[in-house]
């Protein structure tokens, strides 16, 4: 059974879900927005520290923490951003550190933004 996740959080209007649960696995997609709905436009870091707080609060709204994600695919506007994003991901994962994958694209939906990301994790 399909279950969507809240996690109270203000998400702009769009065609899909953020984050939805089906056969034990947790599928979702992250972006920069403050749980006020607002867009987080700074630094890299910046933006990275909102994409894993939302990420923390859907895997609490699920019961799972980040040691349950699987799979983590990151999308860049720029390799650059890559080692401020690292950092970041380093303080919210351990080893075994989940599958990953790391691409730069040419610009992301949100406007404003240099990073997405979408996860998959065992709740």
Not at 42 to 50: C, L, Y
Not at 86 to 96: H, I, L, Q, T
Request: charged residues 20%; aromatic residues 6%.
């Amino acid at each position: 059974m399909r279950r969507i996740i809240e996690t109270g959080y203000k998400k702009p209007p769009a065609p899909h879900a953020w984050a939805i649960v089906e056969n034990g696995i947790l599928h979702s997609v992250h972006v920069p927005i403050r749980p006020d709905g607002t867009i987080e436009d700074g630094d890299a870091t910046a933006q990275a520290e909102v994409v894993f707080n939302d990420l923390k609060a859907t895997l609490a709204a699920t019961g799972a923490e980040f040691g349950d994600v699987t799979l983590v695919q990151i999308y860049l506007t720029s390799l650059k951003h890559k080692p401020a994003v690292d950092k970041v991901y380093v303080r919210c994962f351990a080893e075994p550190f989940p599958v990953r994958a790391c691409v730069a694209v040419l610009e992301l939906p949100t406007p404003g933004t240099v990073i997405e990301m979408v996860v998959t994790a065992s709740v």
